[in-house]
């Protein structure tokens, strides 16, 4: 099996030479890889998008997908699993759809550890609406919506990802391929909650290519005091001397959720549940 | 006969379990009990009171007044003493008919001090000349401590010398089942071959996600609590892709949370039943009063145009029925199953002298998907097969208009097949819930009740007190689809038309002229987050039809 087997015949409408393109290759990358090596069926591949231009990626991939609501990828996230804790389950989410709309659920599927991977497609702005500002926009950015400059701080999802729970905690570059394919691929087989926030510059809104080309250094995993010292040593502002840490923060084993609750494939253990007689359930009424 | 028990005192004290053993005891002599709570929205030192009608007849509602009392406060004595003709205090109140010196008991005992409630209902046993057995046999609901509130109950039975005022005894009565509103939904979705109950808590919708949780290891199924109502309804959502049973409950607040996601449900065609207990609002109103002001809420929730089921049961029984009929609608049609309740039905106890007898099985109905799966397909009747992700095929679901495939679409022939297609599955969808019974007619009359949801047991003690030869209830257990024919049918040759809703607009007037083009004639009211009683509703309707 090889990437393109995941291809659809839907014509594609990210702009031309978007970073996107970048995340779609290394995704089916990673998938065709983890099928090849017996990690899993093809079958069991399930994306949740949101709403943004990152989202469009549903109708790119040949696999199961839920194209959901701005903000909502972590629950439905989560319902699929305690549905069916045999889907191998990818979230697609960006800024905006992560860190605005949906910022309670994006702590909260940390903290449930949901046996989940989360991309994060950070571009700084809200692309599909035309451009305006994000959370991870950097202070003062002017953007359509704010022209006398953004009055908002940024906040650091990596940071926030960390202290919420997660057990796998990544940050890559879009057009790093290579390292953005491996990065996947770990948090894919990761077992718990995996955040890969992916920068992703948007050539048409907000093209930062040059700009952070040159800043990005690699990291090891680290024990958690070391990962939030990595993660905060950028916070997505937009000096010269800035250094922006990418590679696998932190990676740790706790729980799932899904075991927590003790799921199981219900549709597959009760094709049809056994018919409960009345009698037997109102007696304890009596 | 019937006579009305009054059980007061202060949040905390136990009011409610000792009215629910109370009730549970006249059950099982057979009588019927209906068992009204009110309490306000704090844990500890407010005032809560249970209204019991307990009565040789079915009965569906309470009273105002009491024939019997027990005050467990002295602020629940100074509060409510005039609204009983007798009362038995416990030693912490000055006044009443008879003082059970309950800290005695418990110390003599050896029992905690909220076990002096149960000395109280001994006494009450004395004072209405039974015999203990059925009190007895109710303390069982105890578990471990059932024998030290026997002591306890026998004691206070001993230690009351008051007077007696016989409460007649019921002849030949079989043992009923008593059971919330809130209890008969739970068993309902269990009934149904529910996987999943995902729920924030809200009153008062919280008994339901309650009792759910602590059942389910016993049916294996799974309750969890997510971050917020708009998770709830997403995860549903994601949960019911992935083939699960899925259910959902929350009050007014709550669902206006949920409201994007119901919409969504629109779209993706995935099988969800919302449960939604009303109280009074607007906004957070008063969290633990009833109304049924989110009607209109409810029937229009979710932006753009969707067919929804809006399931309105009156009382326990119909409550579980329907609520398996709420499953089987949303499992057969894909469509929103929206089941309606509000405080009066959720928090009452109704007795129930036969079972439930749903209509109708709810099954999962899963195909299994082939390679070429398609998750929207058209079909004769406008519903798609569906089937469950991981083993053949890929499956979709979108909040986009989208391809009989579910890939994203936005040209006009494609947009116009796919609405189409759902157009058709509302209409297969409405001819089958009009074989579900949504209209049920009491007596003959030609003054006519139409009313909807938890007033049906106020207005049928009503009915039983009116001239059934003059006047007659329709009562709607649908609102969406809306039953025009059966309606329309049961309407005919109507002197007058009054429509009974407990709400400030009756909103109900305005639903009837909107499907049939009917106006009723005279609308009775009641927006004070209390529910209808059968006298209320027998003074009300003698004024409309003199």
Redesign the interface.
């Given at each position: 099996m090889n990437a393109n087997d995941f291809n659809t015949p839907v014509p594609n409408t990210w702009c031309p030479g978007c970073t996107n393109f970048m995340i779609l290759a290394a995704v089916k990358k990673a998938m065709a890889d983890l099928v090849n090596e017996g990690a899993c069926k093809k079958e069991q591949f399930t994306c949740v998008a949101g709403i943004g231009c990152h989202a469009k990626i549903y109708d790119y991939f040949d696999i199961n997908g839920f194209y959901g609501l701005h903000g909502r990828v972590p629950p439905v996230m989560a319902g699929i699993r305690l549905a069916n804790p045999n889907l191998k389950v990818l979230g697609f989410s960006g800024d905006g759809d992560a860190l605005a709309e949906g910022m309670a659920h994006f702590i909260h599927f940390c903290r449930y550890n949901l046996d989940a991977t989360y991309l994060l497609h950070n571009n700084q702005i809200f692309a599909l609406t035309t451009g305006q500002v994000t959370p991870t926009s950097e202070p003062g950015a002017v953007a359509k919506s704010t022209p006398h400059g953004s009055p908002f701080r940024p906040i650091n999802p990596v940071v926030l990802a960390l202290e919420s729970g997660a057990t796998f905690v990544a940050r890559e570059y879009a057009l790093d391929l290579q390292n953005l394919t491996a990065t996947l691929k770990r948090a894919m087989k990761h077992k718990g909650a995996a955040l890969v926030e992916i920068l992703q510059p948007c050539i048409t809104f907000k093209d930062v290519r040059e700009f952070v080309k040159d800043k990005m250094y690699r990291i090891e995993p680290s024990d958690l005091e070391g990962a939030l010292k990595n993660a905060r040593s950028w916070n997505y502002t937009k000096e010269d001397s800035i250094r922006i840490p990418v590679g696998v923060f932190y990676e740790t084993q706790y729980p799932t959720l899904e075991e927590k609750v003790g799921v199981k494939v219900w549709h597959e253990a009760y094709p049809e549940r056994p018919q409960r007689s009345t009698e037997e359930l109102w007696e304890r009424f009596k | 006969m019937e006579k009305v028990f009054l059980i007061a005192g202060d949040a905390g004290q136990g009011i409610a379990k000792s009215a629910e053993i109370l009730a549970k005891s006249f059950t099982k002599r057979g009588y019927y009990v209906f068992n009204y709570r009110d309490y306000p929205s704090l844990i500890r030192g407010g005032l809560n009171f249970n209204m019991l009608k307990v009565s040789t007849d079915p009965v569906g509602s309470h009273e105002w007044k009491a024939d019997y009392a027990v005050f467990l406060s002295q602020q629940a004595f100074d509060t409510h003493k005039d609204k009983t003709h007798f009362a038995i205090t416990t030693s912490e109140v000055i006044g009443g008919d008879f003082q059970i010196n309950t800290s005695e008991i418990v110390q003599k005992t050896g029992a905690p001090a909220i076990a002096g409630n149960t000395a109280t209902l001994g006494a009450l046993y004395k004072a209405i000349g039974h015999d203990t057995q059925p009190l007895m046999e109710a303390l069982a609901d105890f578990g471990k401590h059932a024998d030290i509130n026997r002591k306890v109950a026998w004691e206070g039975f001993q230690a009351y010398t008051g007077k007696t005022t016989p409460l007649p005894q019921k002849e030949g009565g079989k043992?009923?089942?008593?059971?919330s509103g809130s209890?008969a939904i739970a068993?309902g979705a269990?009934?149904a071959?529910m996987?999943?109950y995902?729920a924030y808590p809200m009153t008062p919708a919280t008994p339901v996600l309650h009792v759910l949780a602590e059942l389910e290891r016993e049916?294996?199924?799974?309750t969890?609590q997510?971050?917020?109502e708009?998770?709830?309804a997403?995860?549903?959502?994601?949960?019911?892709?992935?083939?699960?049973?899925?259910m959902i409950g929350t009050s007014g607040g709550g669902l206006a949370l949920m409201g994007?996601?119901l919409s969504?449900q629109g779209i993706s065609e995935l099988p969800l039943v919302a449960y939604l207990s009303m109280r009074t609002g607007p906004a957070t109103g008063v969290p633990t009063y009833t109304g049924q002001g989110d009607i209109k809420f409810a029937l229009n929730i979710g932006h753009g145009e969707f067919a929804r089921a809006v399931i309105v049961p009156g009382d326990a029984k119909e409550a579980?029925e329907r609520t398996v009929e709420a499953f089987y609608l949303t499992r057969k049609f894909r469509v929103l199953s929206l089941l309606i309740s509000d405080k009066h039905l959720s928090e009452s106890n109704y007795t129930h002298d036969s079972?439930?007898?749903?209509r109708v099985?709810s099954?999962?109905g899963?195909v299994k998907a082939t390679d070429s799966h398609m998750s929207y397909k058209i079909t004769e009747e406008g519903v798609s097969p569906m089937a469950?992700?991981?083993?053949?095929?890929?499956?979709?679901?979108?909040?986009?208009e989208h391809d009989e495939y579910?890939?994203?679409i936005e040209d006009e022939p494609t947009i116009l097949k796919m609405v189409n297609k759902r157009l058709k599955k509302a209409r297969t969808f409405e001819q089958a819930v009009n074989k579900l019974e949504p209209v049920s007619v009491y007596g003959k009359g030609k003054h006519v009740i139409l009313s909807w949801g938890s007033t049906k047991g106020a207005i049928l003690d009503a009915l039983a007190r009116l001239d059934q030869a003059s006047v007659k209830f329709v009562q709607l257990s649908y609102l969406a689809p809306f039953p025009k024919k059966q309606v329309e049918e049961a309407l005919k040759g109507a002197k007058t038309i009054t429509a009974v809703e407990n709400s400030v607009t009756c909103a109900l007037a305005g639903i009837l002229k909107e499907h049939t083009g009917l106006e009723v004639d005279h609308t009775i009211v009641k927006y004070d987050g209390r529910p209808f009683t059968g006298g209320e509703i027998v003074n009300k309707i003698r004024r409309v039809i003199a």
């Open positions: - | 043992p009923g089942y008593f059971i209890c068993l269990i009934a071959g996987d999943l995902f049916f294996d199924y799974r969890v997510l971050e917020n708009i998770a709830v997403n995860a549903a959502l994601g949960a019911s892709f992935a083939g699960s049973n899925v994007e996601a969504l579980h079972l439930p007898e749903p099985n099954e999962r899963l469950a992700p991981g083993v053949n095929g890929t499956l979709r679901a979108t909040s986009y579910g890939y994203t």
